[in-house]
Each structure stands twice: as structure tokens, then as C-alpha cells.
């Protein structure tokens, strides 16, 4: 079985400041991670991914997240945050193991509120 | 490229109806996944359908189904309508599903059960 945590409902930071949104998850075999942002009434847009390699990924729109196996954790973060990065930021997981096809596990989700 | 078109948009039913749901995936993409999301659930994973066949299934009821045509469009269906079925349904799309690429998700197909 696969699952993911986000232990944050809610994260709040300032315009220009960095901002971290949490995830850990837990798979049986290796994992695939991902993040993905929900804008109102809208679906899910992709935001980055790890497969493998270099534990630091890099994606769309300045956001980045560390790998970090020994934590089983994928945090998202961002340098300098805007206030057109509040939204709803979801972390999933998926087995790397061919049976699990294309399910994905979603997280609770994060919003997260930037003030100017 | 166009993405995941799903259709309708929006729905109204009454308790004890049924309804069909549409998804277009990326032309090209052969795995269609199904996500029911609520305020309560969060985002659950329904079915996942890869060359017309079901690859994978959630936890729901068997009032919940799913088929997916030759060109890889998809369909879901909720028989028996409960109050509890409002929610966003969302569709997403992949090339194959298993590797390690993303999924391109709809804008989703709001469900009022009324």
C-alpha cells in the first residue's frame, strides 16, 4: 500500500519570502513523487517530479523539492514566494512497481496563502 | 497539443438517477485514471483503464464503473445516485502509466447530487 502525509493544512508566509510546504510518503518498493497545484474550480496542473537521479528537482514557475529517502520525504519549496502562488498544492506517490499502472495517491493537500 | 477535455462541465442530478461522465485524454495517451475529489475524501483514486482494459481500481462501491474506447476516450458511470457522489470528478492522462511520467489532469466535471 501506498500513502502520502501533508502535516499542513494551511501555510501562511509573506510576499518575497521562502516558502516550504511539507509531504512524506510511505511505498513498498521505490517511488515516483510528484507535486501538483489546483487553482479554484479548476483541475490539477503539474508542477515537478522525481524518477531519479539528482535528489534536488527542479520545476514550473520557480518551484523546487528535495528528495530525501532516508525521511521519505519530498518537500516543495520556492525562494522567493508571489502572491499568484496561493493555491492548493498536493503531494503524490506512486510505486514504482509496473502493477501499480498509473494510480496515484494524493496527499490531504496544502493550501498555501501568500500576503503581500 | 490539446489536453484532457472532460465533459460536462457541470451537472445537477437527483438522488436515484444515473450519469455519464466523458474524458478525452492527450491524443497519443493510453492510460485514463479517475479521481473523485471532496472536501471530506480529498482527491481518492476510482480506476485506471490502459488499452481498453482496467488496470487498476479504488475503493468504491460497485455503483461505480468506468470503460475506456479504442481511442483510448473514457467513460465513467454512477448508477444510483447518492447525495454523497457531489464532488469533483477529475480525469487524467498519461502515455503509458507505468514509468515514471506525470499525468495531465482535466478541468474536471462538477457533480451536484441534489
Known amino acids: 500500500a501506498q500513502s502520502v502525509a501533508q502535516p499542513e493544512d494551511q501555510v501562511n508566509v509573506a510576499e518575497g519570502n521562502p516558502l516550504t510546504v511539507k509531504c512524506t510518503y510511505s511505498v513498498s518498493g521505490n517511488p515516483y513523487l510528484f507535486w501538483y497545484v489546483q487553482y479554484p474550480n479548476r483541475g490539477l496542473q503539474f508542477l515537478l517530479k522525481y524518477i531519479t537521479g539528482d535528489n534536488l528537482v527542479k520545476g514550473s514557475y520557480g518551484f523546487e523539492a528535495e528528495f530525501n529517502k532516508s525521511q521519505t520525504s519530498f518537500h516543495l519549496k520556492k525562494p522567493s514566494a508571489l502572491v499568484s502562488d496561493s493555491a492548493l498544492y498536493f503531494c503524490?506517490?506512486?510505486?514504482?512497481?509496473?502493477?501499480?499502472?498509473?494510480?496515484?495517491?494524493f496527499g490531504t493537500g496544502t493550501r498555501l496563502a501568500v500576503r503581500p | 497539443k490539446a489536453g484532457v477535455t472532460q465533459t460536462p462541465r457541470y451537472l445537477i442530478k437527483t438522488r436515484g438517477q444515473q450519469v455519464t461522465l466523458s474524458c478525452s485524454p492527450i491524443s497519443g495517451h493510453r492510460s485514463v485514471s479517475w479521481y473523485q475529489q471532496t472536501p471530506g475524501q480529498g482527491l481518492q483514486f476510482l480506476f485506471e483503464?490502459?488499452?481498453?482494459?482496467?488496470?487498476n481500481k479504488g475503493n468504491f462501491p460497485g455503483r461505480f464503473s468506468g470503460r475506456q474506447f479504442s481511442n483510448s476516450r473514457s467513460e465513467m458511470n454512477v448508477s444510483t445516485l447518492e447525495l454523497g457522489d457531489s464532488a469533483l470528478y477529475l480525469c487524467?492522462?498519461?502515455?503509458?502509466?507505468?514509468?515514471?511520467?506525470?499525468?495531465?489532469f482535466g478541468q474536471g466535471t462538477r457533480l451536484t447530487v441534489v
Open positions: 483503464y490502459f488499452s481498453e482494459t482496467q488496470r
Open positions: 487524467a492522462s498519461s502515455p503509458s502509466g507505468a514509468s515514471g511520467t506525470e499525468a495531465f
Open positions: 503524490a506517490v506512486r510505486d514504482q512497481k509496473k502493477s501499480s499502472g498509473d494510480k496515484l495517491t
